[in-house]
């Protein structure tokens, strides 16, 4: 089966981008409709005459110009109760993170790459992919090491996910009983917002930041910008880790289950419990842990969320 990209996309789809090409045979043909949409969030493609959108940017609302056009339009971001997403056309797709392509974006884009992008922009893309870890379906391990790590960055404007993200810093730093590394990484404008408590020296690349994470007894899921899902979700989830999260704002195709895998919580002052629990109920850690992952597996992989759109599109009239 055929899929034909119409635009180019930037990093953000290249998770999208590796599942259609596993599943799919994918042919470049640029349409003049969508060259103003190339190095955007957005991956714009047809099948069998459907137009349908995939949009990986922050929650701020679907693209009006592009809905009307397309016959579906997926988004990593559905957030609840927003009548723009709210809109008929629109669904909600499973967590996922960027991923290195490198090699498939340019064999699909080829020397289009060139004629549609200007040359910074081109390097920019290819020397981001380049950082980012390559996927790969990572076999469930049991975590028994009382090991956590957790890096972010500090965003300027949404200071209630930076209070959660210090606090779990501090939560875990002060407790004698796990082994913390990470913290808060400098911003580059040194106005480090009154975190200077929990900034950490070290700036971890993607790589080094998927390496330690696996290794991690417990990984935070906390809103991202305007209360998009995390990137790392999908990472947790992919390496079997206990994800702790605050609920989620934006909907997904299927639900997780509380404390069956994935374990929630409402306030920074429930860290104390949930690892009290897990280190006193081994059991509850793996159940948790492997459940996440069997959620992974069975959802979020490239191959199945490329599969799930592709079905989607196709059964819809």
């Given amino acids: ?18 599942g259609l090409y596993k599943e799919y045979r994918l042919q470049f043909e640029a ?7 190339n190095n955007l969030p957005i991956l714009i493609f047809q099948i069998n005459g459907k137009i349908a959108v995939i949009d990986n940017d922050d929650p701020v609302g679907v693209v009006q110009e592009l809905y009307e056009v397309c016959e579906l339009y997926f988004v990593t971001n ?9 809109q008929k056309k ?17 064999r699909v884009f080829g020397f289009e790459l060139l004629r549609y992008l200007n040359l910074k922009e081109l390097v920019r893309q290819i020397y981001i992919q380049w950082r980012r870890p390559y996927y790969k379906g990572v076999v469930f391990a049991k975590i028994t090491d009382k090991f956590v790590f957790f890096s972010s960055n ?26 913390f590394e990470g913290g808060f990484v ?9 975190f200077e408590d929990v900034v950490n020296k070290v700036v971890y690349s993607p790589k080094t930041f998927s390496r330690l994470s696996s290794k991690s007894l417990i990984a935070l899921n906390n809103p991202a910008v305007c209360d998009a899902v995390s990137w790392r979700l999908a990472d947790y989830l992919n390496q079997g880790l206990f994800v702790v999260s605050f609920p989620f704002k934006i909907e997904l195709p299927k639900d997780f289950v509380d404390q069956q895998n994935i374990y929630f919580i409402n306030s920074t002052e429930e860290y104390g419990k949930v690892l009290n629990t897990i280190l006193i109920d081994t059991e ?22 490329a599969k ?10």
Wanted: aromatic share 16%; glycine share 2%.
């Fill in 1 to 18: 089966m055929v899929v034909k990209l119409l635009n180019i996309p930037n990093f953000y789809s290249t998770y999208y981008l590796l």
């Fill in 31 to 37: 349409d003049t409709r969508f060259i103003k949409f």
């Fill in 78 to 86: 559905k957030l609840k109760n927003t009548a723009s997403y709210n």
């Fill in 90 to 106: 629109v669904r909600s797709l499973f967590p996922h993170f960027p991923v290195n392509v490198i090699a498939i974006y340019i």
């Fill in 154 to 179: 500090i965003w300027k404007k949404e200071p209630h996910a930076n209070a959660i993200r210090a606090e779990f810093i501090r939560f875990c730093s002060k407790d004698p009983r796990i082994s």
């Fill in 186 to 194: 400098s911003r580059s404008d040194k106005n480090n917002l009154g």
């Fill in 284 to 305: 509850f850690h793996e159940k948790i842990s492997r459940n996440g992952k069997d959620y992974f597996d069975t959802y979020c992989t490239p191959r199945a969320q």
């Fill in 308 to 317: 799930y759109i592709i079905e989607q599109l196709l059964k819809n009239n």
